[in-house]
């Protein structure tokens, strides 16, 4: 089945800098990538995602980047604020659903 | 909020018993997921049900069973409650749309004492 692997496991910026999440994945037939965030205790919630037919996508200080030859695919937050703390899991789809990596929590220091 | 409603948000029961965990997902999905998470953990995939067949699974033990109704809703029943699956149980569905995300409910919190 499809392997999802996430790194870093954990990130510690400093506020306002950028952090980036780096995920490869297995199975040349995924084309839909999402990227959930979870703030502690609460449910995972889709913040942004992306499909194969394009590289690159931006959501305000949010965006994505897939390389679908490379296999692997990154989420970059820029201008990094305290509010950004939490875990932040990649996903790949297969054929019945979404594959996750394990998580990356991050931590903004003021 | 997601539309998919997850009973009870707390449960809290002794080793050996049984609980059952209800989930609705949002109208007009018909794919619901179920995800074990335990305290600083990831996502651990259970069972995945499609307009009420069994389409996938994953590391579910073999005390934990599950299904989905005619109205779509679904059920976890966990039994032989063991300390080790204290945890919060998400419930997540998707549209029939291919490549769909996964909308995740509040979670059910289970604490076995």
């Known amino acids: 089945g499809e392997n999802v692997e996430q790194h870093p496991s954990t990130l510690s910026v400093q506020e306002g800098d950028s952090a980036v999440i780096k995920c490869t994945y297995s199975d040349s037939a995924s084309n839909y990538f999402p990227w959930y965030k979870q703030e502690l205790g609460k449910r995972p919630q889709l913040i942004i995602d992306?499909?194969?037919?394009?590289g690159e996508k931006k959501d305000q200080r949010i965006a994505v980047t897939l390389n679908k030859t490379a296999k692997h695919f990154s989420l970059h937050i820029t201008e990094t604020q305290p509010e950004d703390s939490a875990v932040y899991f990649c996903a790949a789809s297969i054929d019945w659903g979404l594959s996750f990596g394990a998580g990356t929590t991050v931590t903004v220091r003021a | 909020d997601s539309g998919v409603t997850q009973t009870p948000k707390h449960l809290i029961t002794a080793t050996g018993q049984r609980v059952t965990l209800r989930c609705s997902p949002r109208s007009g999905d018909l794919s619901v997921y179920w995800y074990q998470q335990s305290l600083d953990q990831g996502l651990q995939f259970l069972i995945q049900y499609y307009n009420g067949e069994e389409r996938a699974k994953g590391n579910i033990l073999e005390r934990f069973s599950a299904q989905q109704f005619p109205d779509l809703h679904s059920e976890l029943n966990l039994s032989s409650l063991e300390l080790g699956d204290s945890a919060l149980y998400f419930c997540a569905s998707s549209s029939r749309a291919e490549n769909s995300p996964l909308h995740f409910g509040n979670g059910t919190r289970l604490t076995v004492t």
């Open positions: 992306i499909r194969s037919n394009v």
